[in-house]
């Protein structure tokens, strides 16, 4: 901002008038503007020439623009700063705040954030023309608010719902899986972290930071059944509640859009504890895909020391890959009994089509494009990690899949060893 002058317009122009009037009595206009400007104590005589020149421009005695005009232009740059500011604010706030509308906690924070930048040589943007351009906008505020806002101590309330964000800003910057949970999971997540926090609480600042869970949708097509096979009787009739591991396990396989071409993931999991105990990827929908997840899921139970799969039943919906003799004489070998569904009946293979609607939400669909097989592999491989030890399941009351299991296990024990 330009200094003010000592000097106020009318001494100006009365000044630049005795010169205009008196010159004639002097041998020169610079005699005169020396002289006059002595007698009226004006520091320097360019002062008063300056003057003399805007007077005689004024008046139409000299080209160039007048005062008015001058003052014309002023305004005018004056507008066009204004407008760049308010454009450069309005960028600022669109990526500060996102699609969501932000909490009037967020709107102070852009506001303290921002109330002294300026772009370039631009107008500094201040809390006035600030609180002016969002209130054009949308999102109302004035400054005497921002004022009280940013004076007052924060409430107990305002305090812990800090901490909570942060909580929660933590734990879904830890992993893009994390990251997919809605407020219960996440609530649930917190609570199991040792975090005495409200579940409604979540919900609010889910709401304010404009956070949502992965969101499901519709599974396509992929059972295509052979009708010159034969194929086992349907064992389960919808029933995926067994009462121990090892009890009923079901299988399925989905596909995933790569960049070089489809890759189709199978999956086998154990009803009871919702655990995936075997999984692959692979370019093709043929039996040696259902089979190898098979395969896994034995060696899976093998390693933890399960070798009699006696009573087991292994359920799958009609699709070709399950009634193939490959995939009925693995287990028959492995003594295990095969249980397949009615055909175009989503039901009757609910619990598979859950687990992979999970996956495809929960990864897939959220965190792609995926380039090729081994790229789906790996993210296979973080999915079910993380969907049998980290994510809760509303059918097994909050609980993890690992965690029902060992829970079953160690109950199990101390009734064996009693006899």
């Keep these: 901002m330009a200094r003010p002058s000592k000097y106020n317009q009318e001494f100006r122009e009365r000044a630049a008038r005795l010169v205009l009037e008196q010159r004639e009595e002097y041998a020169s206009e610079s005699e005169a503007i020396k002289s006059i400007a002595a007698k009226l104590g004006i520091g320097s005589a360019e002062t008063l020439r300056k003057w003399v ?28 700063a204004e407008l760049r500011r308010a454009n450069e604010i309005l960028k600022a706030a669109a990526a500060f705040f996102g699609a969501a509308r932000p909490a009037r906690a967020q709107v102070i924070a852009f506001i303290t954030e921002h109330k002294d930048h300026r772009v370039g040589d631009g107008l500094r943007w201040g809390v006035e023309p600030l609180c002016a351009v969002l209130t054009e906008h949308g999102i109302p505020i004035s400054p005497s608010t921002y004022y009280e806002w940013v004076t007052r101590r924060p409430s107990a309330r305002a305090l812990r719902d800090e901490q909570v964000t942060e909580l929660i800003r933590a734990e879904r910057e830890s992993s893009r899986l994390v990251a997919g949970l809605g407020s219960r999971k996440m609530w649930l997540r917190l609570r199991g972290k040792g975090h005495d926090v409200a579940r409604c609480t979540v919900e609010r600042l889910y709401r304010a930071n404009g956070w949502e869970g992965a969101q499901y949708g519709r599974k396509p097509r992929t059972t295509i059944p052979d009708e010159r096979a034969a194929r086992a009787a349907d064992l389960v ?11 009923l396990w079901v299988a399925d396989f989905t596909y995933v859009p790569t960049w070089l071409g489809m890759v189709y993931v199978a999956f086998v999991i154990d009803a009871f504890s919702r655990r995936v105990i075997g999984w692959r990827a692979a370019t093709s929908m043929t039996t040696p895909l259902v089979l190898d997840a098979l395969e896994h899921a034995l060696f899976t139970r093998a390693q933890e020391g399960v070798t009699d799969l006696t009573g087991l039943v292994a359920h799958s919906d009609a699709g070709s890959q399950y009634t193939s003799i490959a995939f009925t004489t693995r287990l028959l070998e492995a003594g295990v009994d095969a249980s397949v569904g009615s055909v175009g009946d989503a039901y009757d293979n609910a619990l598979a089509e859950s687990t992979i609607g999970s996956f495809k939400t929960e990864q897939i669909n959220r965190n792609g494009p995926w380039r090729d097989v081994n790229h789906v592999e790996v993210a296979t491989f973080e999915w079910v990690d993380f969907f049998n030890t980290q994510r809760p399941h509303d059918s097994l009351d909050d609980l993890t899949p690992a965690v029902v ?14 006899g």
């Excluded at 009739?237 to 009890?247: C, I, Q």
């Excluded at 829970?407 to 009693?418: E, K």
């Design 405 to 418: 299991e060992q829970i079953y296990y160690a109950h199990r024990t101390p009734l064996a060893q009693a």
């Design 53 to 80: 020149r805007r007077a005689e421009i004024d008046s139409g005695a000299r080209p160039g623009l007048t005062s008015a005009e001058h003052e014309q232009i002023k305004a005018l740059k004056r507008e066009n």
């Design 237 to 247: 009739n919808r029933d995926f509640d067994p009462v121990a591991p090892n009890r």
